[in-house]
């Protein structure tokens, strides 16, 4: 009896090795966030914290190396990517640079300034969002600001491209230029052409994700003037979903 029943109770263990197998593989990647600090006045003033991420070894590296390599590149004079210096290494160069125009310009009253800031701004299984803020400041007129969102694959650690991201361009864009319009043009007889440099409507660089909605943020120089500043509204979720592919 049991000699008989041996063939099907291997069929059935083989089939459960199998199905074990398949559903570990499609077992969440669970990423945690800690805050990496980095700060100095000794020379430039130089401030730096983003989100870390830790857990799985190769999608946490990924997002970090990605993040990190920003960072660096915000820091950055050259013409040069520098994507294999650290952001130890980045700052001693920030700094070194500071000096320089110090050694050329000791007139100069000026402290180099170097402010930047990441946070997690949404995460969900389909995507983990992260905002870095830049403010520079080596002397100019003005300090700059830029703000940059990162969304990324949370089992994977790459970043989703625009396509990966929106189903529906036209339509987005149609929304977010009639919300645009709403926003900068409230009161004014400036066509949108103004504010694109003469040129047609375009999408923001990046676009975020947040509890509540899509981030729509326009840095400064990416339309209209420097005056302008940053142009930042969110669309909730429920006007905007049948346009994405991720929500």
Wanted: hydrophobic share 35%; proline share 4%.
């Amino acid at each position: 009896m049991f000699n008989k029943l041996s063939p099907v109770l291997k069929k059935y263990f083989i089939l459960i090795v199998i199905l074990s197998v398949v559903f570990s593989c499609k077992e969440d990647i669970n990423i945690e966030f800690s805050e990496a600090h980095f700060e100095t006045s000794k020379d430039a003033d130089i401030s730096i914290n983003y989100p870390k991420a830790e857990g799985n070894k190769e999608v946490s590296e990924l997002i970090n190396t990605t993040i990190e390599n920003y960072i660096v590149g915000q820091t950055n004079f050259s013409e040069d990517s520098l994507t294999h210096l650290s952001i130890k290494d980045a700052i001693k160069r920030f700094n070194a640079e500071f000096n320089s125009f110090k050694s050329d310009f000791p007139e100069s009253s000026q402290k180099w300034e170097a402010f930047i800031d990441g946070e997690v701004t949404y995460r969900s299984p389909e995507v983990i969002s992260i905002a870095i803020n830049s403010y520079l400041d080596t002397g100019g007129a003005h300090g700059n600001t830029n703000v940059r969102f990162f969304n990324f694959h949370p089992q994977t650690g790459k970043l989703y491209s625009k396509a990966e991201l929106i189903s529906n361009v036209k339509n987005l864009s149609e929304l977010i230029e009639a919300k645009l319009m709403n926003e900068v043009t409230s009161g004014s007889n400036q066509p949108m052409e103004d504010f694109f440099f003469g040129k047609d409507f375009q999408l923001p660089e990046t676009l975020g994700y947040s509890d509540e909605g899509l981030i729509v943020l326009y840095n400064p120089y990416e339309i209209a003037s420097y005056s302008q500043g940053i142009i930042e509204f969110t669309i909730p979720y429920s006007e905007i979903s049948s346009f994405l592919n991720i929500n």
